[in-house]
């Protein structure tokens, strides 16, 4: 019971995490595109304010694909902790499997022997 309630409470950790970094993000995207509206028409005007414009969107750039990278990375080791996860499970399925085909034989043979005990009792009262 307790580790269902500590599995859940993770889980709703990480959805607020992962809901709150969103919402950073939105955040950042709204506050980027309202400053380029804002300064676009000032910094078109002018050749010195183009440039600006420009080393301004090329460092946001760089700044994304770092966060995509850094995006793409906890994916892959997600997707990498997924997979084990399945490894194990499927492994936990086939000895499961194996365990039931077990148990299921070892019952043949105990009624079997069952069977063969009752004959030799039938016979030796006989």
């Known amino acids: 019971m307790i580790q269902k309630t500590l599995r859940q409470t993770r889980k709703h950790y990480d959805t607020y995490n992962s809901l709150l970094e969103i919402k950073d993000l939105m955040l950042k995207e709204t506050s980027l595109l309202n400053s380029i509206n804002l300064q676009f ?55 499961q499997r194996r365990s039931s085909s077990l148990v299921k034989l070892f019952q043949e043979e105990c009624a079997r022997n069952e069977r063969l005990r009752s004959q030799m009792h039938e016979h030796r009262i006989s």
């Open 41 to 95: 028409d000032n910094a078109i005007t002018s050749a010195d304010g183009r440039i600006k414009l420009t080393n301004s969107l090329e460092g946001i750039l760089n700044g994304t694909q770092q966060k995509l990278e850094k995006v793409q990375l906890t994916h892959e080791l997600e997707q990498k902790s997924c997979n084990t996860i399945k490894e194990k499970y499927t492994a936990a399925i086939s000895e």
